[in-house]
């Protein structure tokens, strides 16, 4: 599989996508940065009077609720019913999901009123999502489940999207297959917002390739292969987030050779 | 002290407390990853619908500031005063406080309405409060003084509660005894936040260990402990701040066997 | 001309100004450190009832819209009027003018109402205001011109100010002259938030020196040749950005003999 993916990484390098992030004010920054490392173009906004305007020209639109008020959830409201009107993929990081009936709310919002076209959790969230209640504790935390590529591949197909569960062991399913992915490194446990920045690697990649699952699959294989590389004489969690933007930056599509994905 | 103060570091270890913090879009990020780098769990929520059911669960919160708003205000007040209601301990920074009236009504509101458990400000920011009008220009200045520990003192009799004035010089008080801490470096003035880093260790170490003044010292000694071990060798204040999460994520117990700490 | 820009750098040193940000949530964090690493003292607040009061103590204020809400907006707005009337100088960065209408209308009202002293943009952004419609995608974008030393002459002579376009090459006009700077590394086009903080470094630069040409030169080099110290031995964008801060923080005023500065 590692051509395909990297016929995903060379679709990026060469479309360098636009890709328009409404997410939380905590790994933001971080946000911007990996896109760049991964060779996209992030733009930031969340006014409504502008949402209108840039969604449209954007490749993808990353819709992260790790931090919520009440006016960014309608920007995020927005932002993905004008992206999907206009052909613009949506991914959706339901940060947090499980943990207060607040965030459960605007999940559920989004997901019925937009419709995603990735919806990419850690296991807790997509755990509840699935109707399982996840042990959410916090927003960096992950439930666990022998059974959780049954339920990506389930959820997937409820949801009409591809669904992505990340942590030590991470699962992708587009509705008719399930993908296990099994690189990364410990070290991202340590860091605030490697999920978030995922998502945004994530948008990248469906930005620049379409909504299709080697899309979800390079894009996870390639930040969690950098993670690895990252790690490689780092030392500790401010050294290794350093040479994570280092590491995918320099990323070739023939380091995707290392990608550990099989079929579930 | 230091077997005291490893003691707490041995509790935020073990416990890996979960600290809820409201604090500023300037150095948020930072705050989460120090947490983490201390041991702790960060999460960061401001929506007053999310505060109610976060704040509960949460071991400590950290209400920070730094940045204000009215939206923000009033979350700030109502964690407080929802961790209030259910055994949670507080921590407040009135970062820059004594700059303009605003922050200074902010500032004694949350005072008044949450009776926060640990009060950690700059000398110019904890002077302020004693009603000694501090020179605070800026956000990142200190004020300085000889009576220091007596006023941390007294201000810890007055609120009821922890107080801590950082500066070169740490003072720690609890209402009845004052405490002279002694590490840390001067490049820590050169980086964006480490006040607001520091607040969140100290949430970590309370959220650990409950609301004692070991937890604060331990705390601030680490914290800067750390900060001596990453000075060396650093090449500024970039390069400063990479190596203070490394060296607070390596700091063992052991490590504060260096702590300065001695009582006024 | 290196002697001049030395003298403004011994300006900022001696000086160490205050310098106010109403900026957006992406890069805050890097235009507080970038500002600090400049040797000024940065402050971050947006609320209406603070602007009042801080604003007019500051040595300068930077306007940076890279994220808008209809809050930050009047609070950008007033914060302008205010520092006007108290005759503290104002940066503008218009980040991303000519992306979207509401972007437009902003930049167009701050300009209007507020009138910066230095308006300082990519090529693209300072291009659109020059009512040439720039090729703006996302906000990290550059459009080029042969004719920018003309079109930023042009534009300081219309709105009265000093204009900036920053790109592989930089562009400076004071309503009389143009200046050429050639310095700088490709690097800075991969990290998110180098124009808002060479904004901040402009900033810094009038606060302590005022409203001359020779300020903003001398900003604009001093952060350039400090790129091209960091890029010596960098991994990527992640290194690079630290090595940033380090390497302006420790630039001395005999190093900006390596300013390539001419006039137009």
């Not at 990081?93 to 919806?119: F, H, K, L, M, Q």
């Not at 894009?219 to 590491?247: M, Q």
């Amino acid at each position: 599989m590692s051509a395909d993916l990297a016929v995903q990484m060379e679709g990026v390098r060469s479309r360098r996508p636009l890709v328009h992030h409404i997410t939380n004010y905590v790994t933001v920054n971080d946000c911007a940065n990996i896109c760049i490392c991964a060779w996209g173009s992030p733009v930031m906004t969340d006014a409504e009077d502008d949402v209108r305007d840039m969604t449209p020209v954007a490749n993808a639109v990353v819709l992260n609720m790790g931090t919520l008020n009440p006016r960014t959830v309608e920007a995020m409201v927005l932002a993905g019913k004008v992206a999907k009107k206009n052909g613009v993929p949506v991914v959706f990081d339901p940060v947090g999901a499980g943990a207060t009936p607040y965030r459960n709310e605007v999940a559920a919002r989004i997901i019925s009123e937009v419709g995603p076209d990735v919806i990419k959790g850690n296991a807790g969230e997509i755990s509840f999502l699935a109707g399982f209640q996840g042990l959410v504790r916090g927003v960096d935390s992950a439930g666990s489940s022998e059974d959780m590529a049954t339920l990506v591949l389930e959820l997937s197909k409820k949801f009409g999207c591809i669904v992505a569960a990340t942590g030590t062991i991470d699962y992708v399913a587009d509705g008719k297959d399930a993908y296990v992915l099994c690189n990364g490194h410990s070290m991202q446990g340590f860091v605030s917002g490697t999920g978030c920045m995922l998502s945004s690697v994530v948008g990248t990649y469906v930005g620049a390739n379409g909504v299709v699952v080697d899309a979800v699959v390079a894009a996870i294989s390639a930040f969690n292969i950098a993670a690895e590389k990252a790690a490689e004489g780092c030392d500790g969690p401010g050294s290794f987030k350093v040479a994570l933007f280092d590491s995918l930056f320099k990323l070739r599509p023939e380091d995707l050779v290392s990608a550990k994905v099989s079929k579930a």
